[in-house]
């Protein structure tokens, strides 16, 4: 029987003459085989074939039957391919096993020193472009001054996930510093935000930047739809989004009878939105002082670029891979599987100073983590997530590549279907002439 082949054709029939068996499986050598701990309870062989072997099995796969022409007969071969959409074959403890104890502690030394750092770095920036005062230097104050705005959020935005201390108090008090500094509720964004998290890669529940299904997007009218996914507009919608939500959804980051928060959340939101309008008068106090111009140069065109980051980063964490990845809704959903379909992003020299934010996929599992230790933690992580890992693109000292990876996929990623508990994003094909035309 070994020499028999079945033919979807004509039965059983003889396999070709140079196929050979051989009478025992013969493995790779492994090469370069050494015992590590690395924290685990037992050594483990590290080597080129069992790493290799590791990746596999930890990425489940679906059938796919590639066709091969070998003279006049065609052979079928069984081929796998990484399905993303798959359960995983690890859980969240297994990952959580990899990364090593002292990731999980936090320094609250460490981290004021960094809103000690990033804080003197805002002021001296300021004070030398009014001391210079030069067309010339002020387009270099706008890029510095707008990525340690962004910087300065990434702080706040640790004090909200509780990575930034043990303390709640440290935290709500530095985090409303930092976050009212540059016009955000604290509190009635951290509470959206954990909203995100919890439900990360949900069509209906996910809070911030998650698709809209194909009857929201064909109720909007054609201007809204345009602009949503033409640049520069979808990189300036955060003040939108905290005023009014997204798409199909309704209330508002300031508001404290908005459906975002439940009742005993409500004095939280006050204070927040007390502290925006603090900072807000107090801007306007300096306007009347220094000038309009000045307080243009100074604040106002930082924080546009400030918003800007923010929206980028946070779209490129959940859009643009080359392959198309899964949202999920119903029994499909899982919280593993929702942050699995996260990215990391490199920016080059930009990520030491935003605090390694595009290490994204350990940080939407486990946002407990401090942000100096999410690279580590991700390294340790990898040999168990797989392929359900995706290396990001390496960048040069700026981050230039995202750009187009961003416009490839407002072209593509426009909605998903209304029903179907795993879906992908669709194109629009009526929008991508308008943009196209739009672009020339």
């Known amino acids: 029987m070994a020499s028999l082949v079945l033919s979807q054709c004509c039965g059983l029939r003889p396999l070709p003459a140079d196929i050979r068996f051989r009478s025992k499986t013969r493995l790779p050598v492994a090469t370069n085989l050494s015992f590590i701990h690395a924290g685990h309870r037992r050594p483990i062989l590290a080597g080129r074939f069992l790493r290799d072997w590791a990746l596999k099995v930890s990425a489940p796969a679906r059938p796919v039957l590639v066709e091969r022409q070998e003279g006049v007969d065609v052979i079928r071969v069984r081929k796998e391919e990484f399905d993303p959409g798959m359960p995983p074959p690890f859980g969240l403890a297994e990952i959580r096993a990899a990364i090593p104890k002292h990731c999980w502690v936090k320094n609250p030394w460490r981290s004021m020193s960094y809103v000690v750092r990033d804080v003197a770095i805002v002021f001296g920036l300021a004070a030398a472009a009014m001391y210079v005062n030069s067309w010339i230097v002020w387009p270099l104050y706008w890029a510095a001054q707008g990525t340690m705005f962004w910087a300065l959020f990434v702080l706040g935005h640790d004090c909200g996930h509780g990575s930034f201390s043990n303390s709640s108090r440290l935290n709500n ?183 390694d934010i595009g290490t994204h996929v350990i940080h939407h599992l486990f946002p407990q983590i401090p942000h100096y230790h999410l690279v580590e933690a991700t390294m340790a992580a990898k040999p168990v997530l797989g392929k359900y890992y995706r290396e990001p693109e390496t960048s040069g000292p700026l981050p230039l590549h995202l750009l187009r990876v961003l416009s490839r996929s407002l072209k593509k990623d426009h909605y998903v279907s209304d029903s179907g508990d795993i879906v992908y994003y669709q194109k629009d094909p009526e929008l991508v002439p308008l943009l196209l035309q739009k672009s020339n």
Not at 221 to 236: K, N, Y
Not at 327 to 348: A, H, I, Q
């Open 173 to 355: 008090v530095v985090g409303h510093i930092l976050h009212s500094a540059i016009l955000v509720p604290y509190h009635g964004w951290r509470i959206s935000h954990r909203t995100h998290h919890q439900n990360h890669g949900h069509v209906e529940k996910d809070e911030s930047w998650h698709p809209l299904s194909e009857k929201i997007y064909r109720s909007l009218d054609s201007a809204t739809r345009m602009l949503r996914f033409t640049l520069p507009f979808p990189m300036l919608a955060f003040p939108i989004y905290l005023w009014g939500r997204s798409p199909g959804k309704n209330g508002s980051h300031f508001n404290p009878e908005s459906d975002l928060f439940v009742p005993n959340e409500r004095k939280d939101v006050l204070t927040s939105t007390a502290c925006w309008i603090a900072m807000a008068s107090l801007l306007a106090g300096l306007t009347w002082f220094m000038g309009p111009l000045k307080m243009f140069q100074l604040y106002a065109v930082p924080y546009g670029l400030f918003v800007t980051w923010l929206d980028l980063v946070t779209y490129l964490h959940h859009h643009g891979h080359e392959e198309k990845l899964p949202w999920y809704r119903g029994k499909e959903w899982s919280y593993l599987r929702g942050g699995l379909t996260t990215l990391d992003r490199d920016y080059g020299l930009i990520n030491n100073i935003h605090h």
